[in-house]
């Protein structure tokens, strides 16, 4: 796939930023809000929200791995012309982490899915460390933890994602890296946004199962060889279990085209504006991964 210097997909990008940037202000008018930008500051700034954020998700289709090339090489040269009054790198990265509010917002409101009959949990690692330089690292001390993964250890944070059976994204968490997935917190406070089932793997066995059931959250996960209990499924769920792979499938693209995992950070803020432009970026392609909906076989009558 060729997503480099891509006009349309950059003009797509920008035109759904402006227009939620454009939402917020008039809701805060509105609601009789103070504007954040002009109780700090006398003047307008010479960007606006919704270009800055466009810079910051199309740096994920770009096919650069350095955001400073890609700002001085595509922002500052090739699309001069789309951003005539761009700031300097460093200014642009002085702001950039007053974005982070505004990038969970456009997320949260503009960019998630609804929840379909079959719906997938897991949670990938994003290492901001060496294991050797735990010691030494500076960057992300007192918020990034050590956890440990079906590879081993790591240091850093955690990826919780779920997706429906289209590959949209339904709902995403950052957390500390020693946060399990089978973690109660983070299952009750999914379950307080969602009622529907979630195929997961092993590491969901929740002792809480039953409760949040309870709730509307049905939580399928394959049991350990251990475990007596059996389950009974129907021949949707197994269908929808089979095809649990379809999340690893979205967490490659985030890694590997999207780079959502890398080590070279200088702040922590601009880092989780990293994360969520890869995660907005995703919820731009215009083909993702998916499956069929399961279809009911039909059962020939007995003559």
Known sequence: MQFILNTTKLTEIFIECDDFMKGIKEFMDAQGLPNPDNSRRKRERQMSESEMMT???????????????????????????????AFSYNRFIHLMSELNLYLTFFMAACRLSLPTKGNYIDSKKLVVSHNRRIKNHRVHKGIAKRGKSSTGWFFGFKLHLIINHLGEIVLFKLSPGNVADNNHDLLESIAEKLQCFLFGDKGYISKIAASLKMKGLHLITKLRKNMKKKQTLSPEQKYYMRHRGLIETVFDILKHIFDIEHSRNRSTKNYFANVLGAVIAYTFLDKIPCIPIYQKKNECARI
Do not use: D, E, M, Q
Not at 61 to 82: D, H, P, T
């Open 55 to 85: 810079i910051i998700i199309y740096y994920h289709y770009s096919g650069f791995r350095c955001f400073k090339w890609y700002y001085n090489l595509v922002i500052k040269k090739a699309f001069a012309s789309y951003f005539p009054t």
